[in-house]
């Protein structure tokens, strides 16, 4: 729209046709299912609805149900992520809150719980349908699904959108650790909205 | 543990048993299902074993699976609630993000959109399992089960403890909307964490 404060008066008539055009088409795709549908974003959704996606994690299904890039929240972020038995998110790190509430099916939560230079050998942790785990902030970690059936969990982050820290392996330095951001699933809005600053 | 600072020597000794003493309930409080367990909470637990109630709201049956005051969270806070036919909230705002999922039942969000002085009558949304919805921050609003069976609801907020203003009616100005802080699933624990600090 900054298009509209500048040029001579034809060249404005062109402008502002084509904003409008745009901004049209813009609205049109934000109420219809975009994948950026931060604006007019309707306040009820039916999550069946919502686009899923791998984002190139094996065996993963992930939905964000209410995010930053994706719908505008500016403090907290949901997802409904499925593993298929054997999946697992990356050995990862991040300075936000998360919380995790398991739905379905089971796996292991494994926590780095010492503050060395690098992760180490890490704990344990059984999760199973019904219980629910939240990982210390910048502890290193992973979830995977160490059972038989489909691990269902909805996770709630802090401070999105997310920076995530990965890990080879749990002997990597925390220095050689590799910031992904945007997150893969952030990735085609983030792009979009910084579009839309210019 | 400030007793073992002060006093004569074997008035110290009474005072240090009287403390570990003191100590070792605190831990075993914390670690057996103590309502305010913040210190020594673990990793995972079992959300079908955390304390529920109705907090005086009939037909409601809240659990906090990860709180500010009972589990030392600082951004977000995560709600399991279950709402009989015809339960519902108060009437209320609060100025931090929420957002619903639905996993079970079907209800109605009444959601006062007009920025007057009061809320006026509000927009019905239908809500249903397998629904996610936001409310916009400050926006008075209502969740009730306006169905058959019961409504159960996974809540986010963010910036922990809740804040509530609740109202009467849709047309209490919003200046006459009272505060209730802290809200009643938090006044155990928020009253044994101000203690703590003395």
Known sequence: MILLSVGSSSSSQIAAIFSVT?????????????????????????????????????GLTHMTVAGSVLHGMKEVEIWLQTFAPGAATPIHRHSCEEVFVVLKGSGTLYLA??????????????????????????DAHQVKNTGNEDLQVLVTISRPPIKIFTYDDWFMPHTAAKLKFPFFWDEQCFQESQKDEL
């Open 113 to 138: 719980e010492t503050h060395g230079s690098f992760p180490g050998k890490p704990v344990e942790f059984p999760i199973f349908a019904n219980s629910t785990l939240h990982v210390p902030i910048n």
């Open 22 to 58: 745009l901004l049209l088409f813009y609205f049109s795709e934000a109420t219809l299912g975009s994948p950026c549908p931060i604006d007019g974003l309707p306040i009820v959704r039916n999550i069946s609805e919502l686009p899923q996606d791998s984002y190139g994690i094996p």
